[in-house]
């Protein structure tokens, strides 16, 4: 099988080719291809990729290229990383927004909108092409941030494709180590959207051990995602950490007010990252890879391909997918990110408890503001710019909503066709 990956000059891809190399016997694949436009990086990432996996003993050739049609063609798989405009737009989308006291972070708020408008034509661009080149079945993994925002516009164009982050992931591997049972033994009842999401449930033969977990490791759980033990112990769910964007907003505005971007962080962590891709006695993962965060993404990406393309029976995974019914006070083609049933026919969401109002609403509002912010992503428009951030929930304000939508515009408008007008 050949894999293509397409932003596979980003210092994280490692992490995506260790776990290939450690799940020789799950994942079929003899050629991996790296697609980037930049040579020098998907260069110093494909030598070191190379190198992981002959230290491991996996038979997988790595290639590198430019050429998008080059890297897909005969791909059954097709796994997107993007970003555009690198580590420097992120530091916009992180700090932007701070002029009107809203939040700054790169997939939520104002600095997700900011990425979702120049990530969404790109994605569509490079999905029409692999479909033209590998064929209709190939499936497409979307790992590009914001990823509901981005996955639903793969599925409104009719592309087989799922989206896929490792909140999930991570959360039951902590789980399951806190529970003393395998981390795949722990079935997560995972509700929500995309970066705006809750564990209701982590069940383990049947048992739902939720409650244990917030008994006996209350304090721990509370610390991973920044959110007050009495708030876990009243709402007896397990947040994301991105949610505290949303229930610490104020706090958290202070707190990036005072504190180096993360986008500077991770650029410093990149350099060293490539520094030690280039050495060609690295052939093991170095630690300081942790740093780039995305924990746990290989073995999310390497078992949902598996599910995908294996023609085996259908596997448990969450993922990015059509509502359809599985939360009835959204449309059907909303994309959801939930418990889901994974095969090589696709994603279909397992069917959830009916969710507490406690959360329904926010699920509700957010879904809104991402249907306005595709179509500020696919038609363009300051108004509709301005539309979207005016439904955010951590915006909700005209005045607030205009001023950001003309900071947007321009501090973005070498990415917006329609903005250069």
Known sequence: MKLAVVGGGSTYTPELIDGIAGRRSTLDVDEIVLVDPDAYRVEAVGGFSQRLLDHAGHPARIKTTQSLEEGV???????????????????????????CGCVG???????????????????????????????????????????????????????????????????????????????????????GLNHLSWERGALVDGVDRLPELLDNHLDYLSNEVSVPEKWLRRMN??????????????????????????????????????????????????????????????????????????????????????NDGTFPFLPDDAVIEARSTVDSKGAVPIPQPPVEQNFAGLIAATTSY????????????????????????????????????DSLVQINREYLPWARG
């Open 237 to 322: 769910v397990v947040p994301s950490y991105y949610l505290k964007y949303f229930y610490a907003h104020d706090e958290q505005v202070t707190k990036q007010r005072t504190e180096r971007p993360r986008a500077d962080v991770v650029s410093d962590v990149e350099e060293e990252l490539l520094k030690i891709y280039l050495d060609p006695e690295q052939n093991t993962k170095p630690e300081s890879l942790e740093k780039r965060g995305g924990a746990y993404y290989s073995e999310a990406a390497v078992q949902l391909v598996h599910a995908l393309t294996a023609g085996g029976p259908a596997e448990e995974h969450v993922v990015n997918v059509r």
């Open 73 to 99: 063609d005969g791909a059954s798989a097709v796994l997107i990383q993007l970003r555009v405009g690198g580590q420097r737009a992120r530091r916009s989308d992180e700090t932007f927004p701070h002029a």
């Open 370 to 405: 991402e249907y306005l912010a595709l179509e500020a992503a696919l038609k363009g428009g300051r108004d509709r710019v301005a539309d979207a951030l005016l439904a955010h929930p951590l915006v909700g304000q005209y005045s607030k909503a205009d001023t950001l939508a």
């Open 105 to 191: 972070q790169e997939t939520t708020g104002a600095g997700g909108l900011a990425k979702a408008l120049r990530t969404v034509p790109v994605v569509l661009d490079i999905a029409d092409r692999v479909r033209k080149i590998a064929g209709d079945d190939t499936w497409i993994v979307n790992f590009t941030n914001p990823v509901g925002i981005v996955t639903r516009a793969l599925l409104n164009e009719g592309h087989r494709a799922v989206g896929l982050c490792n909140v999930a992931i991570n959360l039951q591997r902590q789980f399951g180590r806190l529970l003393g049972v395998g981390a795949d033994d722990v079935k997560l009842v995972h509700t």
